[in-house]
Every structure is written in C-alpha cells, then in structure tokens.
C-alpha cells in the first residue's frame, strides 16, 4: 500500500517574507492522516486554521496567497513544492505572519528540515486525484493542460527577451517517477529583474527580496556573485513553482503537467478547471503493489 506521510517530530525556521520584507517564525508539525497540510496564523488574537485547497488562492501577483477562516498566508509555493516532493500528505503549518519564509529562495531549505527531522510513515493510503481526460486552459499566448498519464511529468517552456536566457535552456521535462525533484529541481532559485524593484516595491512587494534570496539580473547579466545553481535554473524554478502549486488540492496528482509561459494564476485556473470537472477526474488508492503503476512505486519507495 502506498501510505501517507507526515514529519516525525516538531520542526522550526525564522526567516523573512520575500513581499512583506517581515520576520517570521515558521513551525511544522506532524498530523494525523486524512488531515490533509493545514494553516495557522498564530499571530492573530485568536489562531485561526485553514486547509489548503485551490479555491483559497485569493492573490496571484508574483506568489501563491490563500485566504481560509478569516486569515490570509502569502508566498505558499516553496513550501508546497517541498512537500510534493517529499509526499507529504498531513502537516500544521504554524506561522507568526501572513507569509511563508522566503529563506533562500528555493524549495531547498524546507526540504532540508523536513528531511533531517524525518519523514513519518502513516497506517493510511494515499490519495491520489487522476486525471481522466485533457483540461486546457488559456491567457493570450500562455497555457497550460493536464493530460492523462499514470505517474507525474512536468514539461514547461518559459520565454523571456533577456541576453541571460539566450544562453539557457527554456524548456524542462521532468518525470518525478526516474528523476529526483531534490536533486533536479528543489534548489532553483526564484528570480526578477533591477529594473522591476522599485516599481514592485512601490506595490508593496518585494519589500524582502535580496541577492541572498533570489536570482536578480540587470539589463545584461545575472548580478549574483555565485552565479546559477543549475544552468537551467530559471525553467527548473517555474517547474519548483508548478510543483507546488498544482499541489493546492493537497493531494497528489497522476498525470502529466505540460505549460507555455504560465504562471501562479495561470496553474490555479488549471487546477480549478480540473476539480470542477467531475467527468476530468477521480480519486485513485493503490492498496497493493500488484495494481500500483511502477512510477509510483519509485516515487513513494515506503510501501508495506
């Protein structure tokens, strides 16, 4: 049986929000299973709790924001995208302000404490949502479509008129069923331009954002001093972004993922699209090998 998963024991991080620029304390901690990842706002004079779920995004403007109960948590995406890849299915997420910790940009960090506090392995199956049939959804030239497939491949194409993207690669394919989202994908650095600060700011966003958390360019190159992580960083992070937000069901998809230029908006409006359809998909519980498809097997090895 292929079961859920939750984190062994309590585990801490203090950061600053990429938009907000404000400290806070981040605390996750185990939760039974069917629970699904659930919110707190700790900050408010009572603690308000809400369960992930893609008709909770309220803000799309470069970050993933859900609103639930009266509370609102921005910049959701890096954690999500962890927990996606690690399978975790049942987690409180505590925190002392409205958004998620920008730490250093990647999913990377939070993959590291969910890791080195150990993942807890649940006496309950996973449930799996299976795509049945093709969903599109489109905004001028950008799109993006689930299609049936039994695992999870991402396939995306970013296209931006800089001189730094002429020399990287603008499409990624990534089959989490033979390649490691930790390895391939987890450490992709979000990124943005100079001369996009001051107006971001302006906005109220941003107000966090430094060389130590995000990949920044001029007009003509990367102005980090360590450079890229990957070469194909700036698609491997749009792919970090999918990842988590297509993980907003709180429930893993069997499918394939394929996008053109999408973005926060664009993959909530997908996923909506999706889970109103009754007809596009199902749940799906593998409760022996014998009837698991071997991708999932290799992505979810724990099973008893």
Known sequence: MIRQRTVKSLVNAIGVGLHTGARVNLTLRPAPANTGIVFRRTDLPEPRDFIVAPERVTDTRLCSALEGNGAKVATVEHLMSALAGLGIDNLFIDLDGPEVPILDGSAAPFVYLLQSNGIETLNAAKRFIRVKKTVRVEDGDKWAEFSPHE????????????????????????????????????????????????????????????????????????????????????????????????????????GAFTAYKSGHGLNNKLLRTLMSDTTAWEWAVFENDAETPAGLLNLYPQTA
Do not use: C, W
Request: net charge negative; glycine share 8%; aromatic share 12%.
């Open 151 to 254: 695992g999870y491949t991402l396939t995306f194409r970013i296209d931006f008129d800089h001189p730094v993207f002429r020399q990287s690669a603008k499409e990624m394919r990534i089959d989490l069923a033979t390649q490691s989202y930790v390895k391939e994908v987890s450490r992709a650095r979000t990124f943005g331009f100079m001369n996009e600060v001051e107006y971001l700011r302006s906005h109220g966003l941003a107000l966090g954002g430094t060389l130590d958390n995000a990949i920044v360019m001029d007009e003509f190159r990367v102005l980090n001093s360590d450079g890229l992580r990957y070469a194909d960083e700036f698609v491997k992070h749009k792919v970090l972004d999918a990842v988590g937000d297509l993980y907003l069901t709180g429930h893993p998809i069997l």
